[in-house]
Structures are given as structure tokens and as C-alpha cells.
């Protein structure tokens, strides 16, 4: 498969790693934002070909983990009702909510349905006119185009059976809430490399300047992630604090202009609160006014939710890369894929489930020099 | 479960993810991967306990009289949804399934029993299309189905149609198929592509459009079985991945031998309708389920034998070398991946599902 | 997050007034919207991301880079002590790559 499958080869993938190893003086610490580069360097074993002075902590680009249990919970709550068809990406089957998650509701009964794209569940709501179909709505900004088409469509349709649940949220409030954060250790980031090719780099801009943090916008493949890594150190070496373009195949500094005018179109930005993080103001997207009657939260009356929260665990600080999956006592042991203690490992990418799936049961051999 | 609560800063808030019951069973449990497994090592193995059991083979072989042949028996039960899907339907699954499961003990599959349950409203067109389907596979295979049963149960009590079958056949003297017999230094041979049965599946259930590039790879194995005997007599284990793919396969034999198993991810063959629709849905072959294909662990000396007969027969027209089996107590499977990294391979928690992030 | 991959434009077709493309991404065909990309011809290379085109591939930089990318490949000899260590395979299995 073009463009993908020539970014895992071995023989570049090492000399990347070669050149990384010749560059690096001291130890550095570099976040990836994204939930898919985490789940690609543990995948791909990328941080263990890295030298010891790179470590690799894992952020909050994992829309699943990050979506507040209210939304969650407001989600069940909605997809239980007679007459509903609730659709939903893959993701967020298996998310447990305070009592519920999507995947039992069906098994109970419940009408849920997995659809690969917004516009397929405007589809279903055209096939289906005598029950109300509603659709959640997560991700980041490369998720909000399509969320915003299905939205436009169904209005310009008159496709009154549908509305979705939105709970977006966006990229740079996170990183600026980790770096302001008092203990946060990290130095750099792999930016949001899809994030990127909708809205651009440009936002970053700002970010690296102000927290003097070199950011270099990262694809998702072996290579990228190499790449993007070497662009970085490059950087620290430097004393540099930039923002660059590694994924530039697909990454335009002024992004993708008509799918940014499709966002504009529909949302508008808000507060939101992250699961594991807490609220965090200017971070997220809610339907405007003007497609009010397709947003979810308006149309049904839910107000009996009460989230039940449990004891503490430590995806928090694994969110925000302060530790890792196997920092945690109960990492593999009271918190398993099966028995989720915390967000980071309900998610297929969260860190957590990314360490768990690909056999990351105890700390790794390199040694830390920090 | 007990859990000691843990320190976070105020600032940041208590984890809210509550715990999901774990004193009910989920459907997780059906999908053949982790929670499958605990479930039968908890519940199952420790209220039946018998030597035959134990091994937990595809199929149990059992003396017979005394001339040195055995008997196999085996059972297994369908619940397939969508019952029609490209390439096949639950008839054929439950014969082919079955049949399988005998020719991974070395067996020549003798008898089939048919059992249905059928829920009601159940329209007839249907049933007699899996009745077609089913009667279809188990003449090809050349092997009868002699006996069954019929149970009907209320609309909303049973999910339009369950098959069980079961098998009888006879294991000939001299064959000792079994994942206890798998030795350090065994080369793993894969009989062709997976992901076929479980990418086709998924899409069917889910809508996922692909272009009807994608098929079910149903097929009777005994024959491509005995094939790999008779050049290879001294093959020590057999084993089809169906649910939970063929990571389940490798993860289960490794941690029940306490053996390493090494395999090359690169070495393993992917379609590339299935590789598409992986790429894209974000799911791993190596966790989807086949319906067609075999994995034999096979003493080194005899690895090229039966190489060359799976290559020979037009079941295994695709086969590979995939790995080898290593004396590393630790059980685990380790995977060379595309980059030369390596990493650990384990049980699917659950059915794969298709994701966006 | 943000699962994407590059597929190829092998039809431009239109589906209730949005333009869309079918797309080949290796073995099978999905239908893609490409209301966010409306210059795309046949044979241009597509980012799909639930199912909405989200970038054009550039190839002249996808070139460009990838010159980079040997040239670092070049430039980093293997000092002998870097060499991978061969595995050691048990006794009797063979030793050439697997096929």
C-alpha cells in the first residue's frame, strides 16, 4: 500500500535510529500527543531502539480515554431508550460508563450500531424515519470535518431524526496544560500529525514560543515517528524551540482551508472536562446555535445522571506523561483490559491497553538515565 | 477484587472509570481470547478434571479396542451472526468446524451429529438454506451426518439459529497429535492467509462497505491434514485458529508448554483485501478468525515435507514457515516485527472491533 | 487517535450533491467524501479519516523527504560493535529467512 507500508522499512528505520544515537549528548524527555503514535511506538517496539538518553512519555491524544464520564454516561442513557438507533465509532463499544458501556446495552437490547463514518449514520437516520438516530460524536480536530459534514447534511437534507451527542476536544489547551503543569517534565513534542493536516501548524506557533518547546508535527508510521524524533533532538541539541513539519506529505502549514470552514460552520469552542485531567477551558467543540436542532444535548432530557466515581488510579498522571503504564502497582494486576481501572486502559490506544496488549508487563531493559 | 487506593494529586481529580461487574458473564467471554480462557481454567477444567480433558486439544482422543486405533471426539457449538456472509453461511461453518476440529488430532472424521436451535418466527427460506448449506459440506467432505436434534425456543430467546455439532473419527496407530507433544526446536508452518473469516464477518455485521473484495475462507481441512501426515508422520501438533485468531493459537500453546515461540510477522500472509480492510478499520490479522486454514508444529527434520505437501494441496497453496518454538520457559510469544523490533503477542481481551482513533 | 491512511482516487462519483471518489486501499474499494478535497483527479493519493478525504498527498514533497530520509540512511555508517547480534536458532532448524 502506497504512502504507508514504505514507512516501515527496516533498513531506514535503522539508520534513523543510527543517526538519533549520533546526535544526542543528554538525556531529553519528548511527549507524543497522539494516542495512534503511542499505540504505533509500542506496536512497533520504537522506544526500545532508541538511545537510552530518549525517553518517549505518552500524552492525552486518546479522544476514548479523554471523554468525560457524564458524556458517557449521558450516551447510555440515551442509547437505552425505545426508539432510538444510538451509532457510534468502534471505540467506544467497550467504554465502560458508571453502569453501563454500549456493547451490554446492545446485548440487553439496545439498538447501537458501529459505523466507520458520521455520514453513515445520517444514512441510517434517512433508512429509519420513524425512530430518532443519534449519533456520539468524539475526537480530536481531524474527527470534526466529518462530524460537522454529517451535521450539514442532515440539515440541508431535512433529516430531522437525527443529532449527535458531541464531545470534541482540542489538541494545543493540552499541551499547554501539561507544560504549565508544576512537575511536568517534558521537554518537546511529537505534534498531532492528522490534527495537523486539518487546522495546520500554525496554531503551534505560539506554543513553542511561548513554553520554548520545540514541536515537530509527526505522522504515524515507524519512520515518521523516527524521523520525527531525530527532527526534535536535533532541536534540544540545538537549543532550538521551533515548530516543524515532518509529515509534510500531508501536512500543509494552513491546513486544509475547506474542512475548516465546515468546523466554523458548525461549532463553536467551549470548556470541556478530560477524563483523568479535569476541565480545561477553550479545549473543546459544541454545536452552535444555528444546528441546534440536530445537537443531542438539547433534545433529550437526561438529568438524571449520576456518575459513580471509584478509587483513585494514576491515569491522570500517565495522561499527562508525569508516569508510565508500568509505574503503576496496579498496572497487569487489578488493572487489566478486562477489570479497567482508569481511562488509559479502557481505550484500545490508551497507553495503558497499548502497553498491556503488546506485552509491556514490566519495565523495559534500557536503562533510565533520569 | 481488592484495590489499594492510590495517591493522586487533588488537582488533577480520582480516576473515574468505575469497574465493570465481573460475577455475570459478558460476551467477551464467547470471543475466544483472554476472558475466554479464564473462563474455562476457572469455571470448567476445575469441575470435570480428566486426563483427556486437560489437554485441552481441539478434539479428545480416547482409546479404542485394542489395536492401537483411538477415537476422536469432538464438539462445538455456532452462533455466527450474520448466519449468510460471502463465502459461506453457519451450515457450512458448523460441518466444516467440526470436521476440523478431528483432523487437527490426526483423526478421519467417521460421523457427524446435527443439532438446531431454532428460534421461533424463524422464516423457512432461511432454515433451508443452512440445511442445504450444511448438507452440501458435510457430501463434499464425504462425511454423514447420522444423527441430531431439533429444540425450538420463544421469539427473543435465541438468536434465529444455533448449531451444535459434534464429531466422531478414528485417530490411525502411530498418530500422536496433541499440543503436549510440541518440543523446542519445532518449525511452525501456517497452511495460507488469515483474516479472511473474521474481516469478512466484521464488515458483514457491522456495514462496513469494502467492495465485496472480502470472503470467508470456510473449508473442510481433513484431507490437507492427512496430507501433512503422511510426509510428515512425526508432526506433533495441529491446530486451526478460529475465534481469537492466530495469536490465540501461538499465545495458548506457549503458555500451557512453557515454551517460547518466535514468529516473523513479516513471514505471515495476508490477502490484501484483508490487509486493506486491517489498514483501514484499524484491526490486527493476527487476531481474526479463520475458518480454512491450520497451524502445524513440526519436528525440523521433517519441516520441509510437510511444507511442500501443504504447498501441494490447493488448501494449502499459500502456506509459510512462520516461526519455530523455543525452550524459553517463559511462555511467552514473541513476534519479530516489519521494523526487526520485537514484541510480545497475547490474547485478544475481546473480539476485535473496527476503530477511528 | 485520528486512524488514517493514504488510498487511491480510482473513481469520482456524487452522492446526494457531495462529491465523492471510490478508493482502493490495497485489496479492497471504500467510498470516500470529498467535500474537503475538491481538486482531487484520478490516481491522486487521499488521507481518509472516517470517511472524509482530510489531505492530498503531496508527492513532490513525499519525494523530497524520502531523499532525506536515504541520505541520513547513507550518512550513518554501522561501526562493528553496532552490529546486531545474530539469533541463535536451536539445532536442526534452518537459517535462512523465512519464506
Sequence with gaps: MKYLEEYRDPEVAAGLTREIARTVTRPWVLMEVCGGQTHAIVRYGIDQMLPPEVELVHGPGCPVCVTALETIDRAHAIAARPNVIFASFGDMLRVPGSHSDLLSLRGRGADVRIVYSPL?????????????????????????????????????????????????????????????????????????????????????????????????????????????????????????????NQYARTVARDGNRAAKDLIAQVFEVTDRKWRGIGAIADSGYRINEEYRAHDAEHLFDVDDIRTAESSACMSGLVLRGLKKPCDCPAFGTACTPRTPLGATMVSAEGACAAYFQYGRRAKQEKTDVL | MSSSPMEVPSLFGACPAPRPETERVLLAHGSGGLLTSQLIEEMVLPAFRNPALELLDDQAVLPFGAG????????????????????????????????????????????????????????????????????????????????????????????????????????????????????????????????????????????????????????????????????????????????????????????????????????????????????????????????????????????????????????GCEAARIGYVTGDGAGLVTLRTPLGGRRILDLPYAEPLPRIC | MCLGIPGEVMALTERDGLPFATVRFGGVLRDVCLACQPDVVLGDFVLVHVGLAIAKINREQAERAWQVLQEIGQTAEVAPDEAVPEEVAPANTRTEPFT
Excluded at chain 1, 125 to 136: I, M, T, Y
Excluded at chain 2, 87 to 100: P, R
Excluded at chain 2, 101 to 129: C, Q, T
Excluded at chain 2, 250 to 257: F, G, K, P, Y
Design chain 1, 120 to 244: 453513515d449514520a445520517v444514512a441510517i437516520a434517512r433508512s429509519n424515519p420513524d425512530k430518532q438516530v443519534v449519533f456520539l460524536g468524539i475526537g480530536f480536530e481531524t474527527t470534526a470535518p466529518a462530524n460537522a459534514m454529517a451535521l450539514v447534511q442532515a440539515k440541508r437534507l431535512g433529516v430531522r431524526n437525527f443529532s449527535m451527542l458531541l464531545s470534541h476536544v482540542l489538541v494545543p489547551p493540552a499541551i499547554a496544560a501539561i507544560v504549565e503543569a508544576p512537575d511536568n517534565r517534558v521537554q518537546a513534542f511529537l505534534g498531532p500529525g492528522h490534527v495537523c493536516a486539518v487546522v495546520g501548524t500554525r496554531e503551534y506557533d505560539a506554543l513553542a514560543a511561548r513554553y520554548r518547546v520545540p514541536i515537530v508535527v509527526t505522522g504515524f508510521e515507524p519512520i515518521d515517528l523516527l524521523e520525527g524524533i531525530l527532527m526534535v533532538v536535533r532541536q534540544l541539541e540545538a537549543g532550538r524551540a521551533e515548530v516543524e
Design chain 2, 68 to 315: 492401537g486405533e483411538r477415537i476422536a471426539f469432538t464438539t462445538d457449538s455456532y452462533v455466527v451472526t450474520p448466519l449468510f456472509f460471502p463465502g459461506g453461511d453457519i451450515g457450512e461453518l458448523a460441518v466444516n468446524g467440526t470436521i476440523n476440529d478431528l483432523a487437527m488430532g490426526g483423526a478421519r472424521p467417521v460421523a457427524l451429529s446435527l443439532a438446531f436451535i431454532l428460534e421461533e418466527g424463524l422464516p423457512f427460506e432461511e432454515l433451508r438454506r443452512v440445511i442445504e448449506s450444511a448438507r452440501r459440506a458435510a457430501a463434499g467432505a464425504g462425511v454423514p451426518i447420522v444423527t441430531g436434534d431439533t429444540k425450538v425456543v420463544g421469539r427473543g430467546n435465541g438468536d434465529k439459529i444455533f448449531i451444535n455439532t459434534s464429531g466422531i473419527g478414528l485417530v490411525p496407530a502411530g498418530v500422536h497429535l496433541s499440543s503436549s507433544r510440541v518440543a523446542p526446536g519445532d518449525v511452525i508452518l501456517l497452511s495460507g492467509a488469515i483474516g479472511d473469516h473474521g474481516a469478512t464477518i466484521l464488515a458483514e455485521r457491522e456495514g462496513l462497505a469494502l467492495g465485496g473484495a472480502l470472503a470467508s475462507d470456510t473449508a473442510a481441512l481433513h484431507e490437507l491434514s492427512a496430507e501433512i501426515l503422511r510426509a510428515a508422520p512425526g508432526t506433533h501438533a495441529m491446530r486451526d485458529p478460529t475465534r481469537g485468531g492466530l495469536a490465540t493459537v501461538l499465545v495458548e500453546i506457549a503458555s500451557r508448554r512453557k515454551l517460547g515461540v518466535d514468529v516473523d510477522e513479516r513471514s505471515v500472509p495476508v490477502h490484501d483485501a484483508v490487509r486493506g480492510a486491517c489498514e483501514l478499520y484499524g484491526l490486527d490479522p493476527l487476531l481474526l478468525a479463520n475458518e480454512g486454514k491450520l497451524v502445524a508444529f513440526v519436528p525440523a527434520a521433517e519441516a520441509d515435507q510437510a511444507l511442500a505437501a501443504m504447498r501441494a494441496h490447493p488448501l
